[in-house]
């Protein structure tokens, strides 16, 4: 093992590590004199408890695929990964010293986001970091980014590349949504014409395409990896337009429906007729066997209710459950498929449309999803704290990074929002300072509204995403905004090296 030595770099002139640029942040981080290179091959590596530790991720993430070996002495290893039980959830401890580097943690999280942080430290094309002690831990428990693979398809290597992204960004969920009135995109094998048919129903050429149980598996395995949970999302009862191309039978009047270029349709899936309950629920039984996640998404936002009202299946139900009107009978269809879940140890996420008004009772395996902060600020997020319920905050104003930076197609000026506003303003930000152990977290979310297709995904997402990250992880008080733009920029040849080009921050330099 070379050690090189502090002085001889500094004569050097040409290494420069700025250990101090981390997104997120760390809790605490020390400087000290001296580096650390790994240039002996294997590199050793005393592993504690094998179960806890990613081996394949440090492996490949953050030595460049080097050989490794692991040995049963710590004393004698470059790399040390130690058991901590006193470290808090996620949490890590990490110490680079001339000789060594050490990594203590309580859990597989802490191993994985310590290993994302050496990849940001790790020098260009080296196995080289600067010597730094850093403790650090999350802020919040849910730090989530929701994609939107229904309005547009990505190829399974665009998923893996976003899965990717929110564990670099040290997320823990991947929100996926997979059901649009534009698209179906998750294999179902009792109902195959859900992707025969449903997955072609746009007419954009990445509009085609569904994900096979077989790519689901494998991106559950690449995720789980990575500390990521995917939690997929079936919407309903509405934005179902694809699932009705396929099966008209699920509607209110068995008929075929219009497929929406942008927005919804009034064609839902019907609440009264036992048959769409039944397939609903065979479903979400298959999502149940595909997706280890304890929660899954059922949707629930923007349910135009006229067809509803015109069902005579839908009246019937209403009527023989004593419910009032429609958004009775869709807390009771929520209820239905929430309660469903229930049976199987899961949770059901719904976004906050569901208790905009109280009803028909949800049970109590419910978690609210916060988003409509333009049309009505906090009512949801009031409401399920009102009612019990955990919150998952996505404001639209500013998690939403399809809103751009300046307006694009649909998205008028009151759409758009900039670096700063997502820094400084953030209502789900504020609502996470509350310190209720209701509000679980945040998750930022990439709607592809409007054609918004692969190759545009970076340039939404960054750099504000790295505003959102810092909320969701960094513990302690956030850097004046002017410090977080700074690193902003330092940071920007490191994101771009690992794939990710930068969108405009600001409409003018600010
Ligand atoms: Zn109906």
């Keep these: 093992m070379k050690r090189i030595l502090f002085a001889l770099i500094i004569l050097s002139g040409i290494i420069r590590i700025n250990a101090q640029t981390l997104i997120p942040s760390p809790e605490q981080l020390i ?117 939107d ?25 991947f929100h996926w949504h997979l059901t649009e009135g ?32 077989e790519d689901i598996r494998e991106l559950v395995r690449y995720a789980e990896e990575r500390n990521i949970t995917i939690v997929p999302e079936i919407d309903m009862p509405g934005h179902a337009e694809a699932a009705l191309a396929s099966y008209p039978e699920l509607g209110c009047f068995g008929l075929p429906v219009e497929i929406p270029r942008t927005g919804f349709t009034k064609n839902i899936f019907c609440a009264g007729k036992e048959h769409t309950i039944r397939v609903l629920k065979d479903v979400l039984d298959e999502m149940c066997r595909l997706f280890p996640s304890p ?12 067809n509803w009202n015109e069902c005579p299946d839908c009246q019937k139900r209403i ?55 333009r049309s009505q600020k906090d009512l949801a997020l009031r409401n399920a704290l009102k009612l019990g319920y955990p919150v998952v905050c996505s404001s639209n104003y500013y998690n939403y990074l399809n809103f751009p930076v300046t307006p694009w197609r649909g998205y008028k000026e009151n759409r758009t929002f900039d670096l700063r506003d997502a820094y400084t303003r953030n209502p789900s930000y504020q609502a996470t300072q509350e310190n209720n152990p209701l509000i679980w977290g945040m998750t930022c979310a990439l709607w592809t509204d409007d054609g918004v297709t692969e190759s545009m995904i970076d340039q939404r997402l960054f750099p504000r995403i790295l505003a959102l990250t810092e909320q969701m992880w960094h513990y302690g008080e956030l850097a004046p905004f002017e410090v977080f733009h700074q690193r902003v920029n330092e940071m920007k040849s490191w994101f771009e090296k690992e794939g990710h080009s930068y969108g405009q921050a600001f409409t003018t330099t600010p």
Excluded: C
């Design 31 to 147: 400087m000290a004199e001296g580096y650390f290179e790994l240039d002996d091959t294997p590199i050793r590596i005393y592993v504690q408890d094998k179960r806890l530790v990613p081996m394949s991720l440090l492996r490949t993430e953050m030595l460049e695929n080097t050989d490794i070996q692991t040995i049963s002495h710590p004393n004698k290893a470059d790399i040390r990964l130690q058991i901590e039980k006193g470290i808090p959830a996620e949490g890590y401890r990490l110490s680079i010293t001339s000789n060594y580097m050490e990594i203590k943690a309580a859990d597989k999280a802490g191993f994985v986001y310590a290993f994302q942080t050496l990849r940001q430290l790790r020098e260009k094309n080296k196995n080289l970091w600067k010597n730094v002690s850093i403790s650090d831990r999350p802020r919040t428990k849910w730090r989530g980014f929701m994609l």
């Design 319 to 373: 009527a023989e459950h004593g419910l009032n009107d429609t958004h009775n009978l869709q807390l009771w269809f929520s209820a239905e498929m929430a309660k469903h879940l229930k049976k199987k140890g899961k949770k059901a996420i719904f976004w906050g449309d569901v208790i905009y008004k109280t009803g028909y009772p949800l049970p109590d395996n419910v978690i609210i999803q916060w988003w409509n902060y």
């Design 149 to 173: 693979s229904g309005r547009q398809y990505q190829s399974v290597t665009t998923i893996k590349k976003y899965i990717d992204m929110a564990s670099m960004l040290k997320m823990n969920i």
């Design 182 to 213: 534009l698209g179906w995109r998750i294999e179902i094998k009792k109902y195959p014409q859900l992707t025969q048919k449903g997955a072609f129903v746009g007419k954009g050429k990445e509009q085609q395409g569904f994900y096979s149980q």
């Design 295 to 306: 929660y899954i998404h059922l949707g629930g936002d923007e349910v135009p209710k006229e």
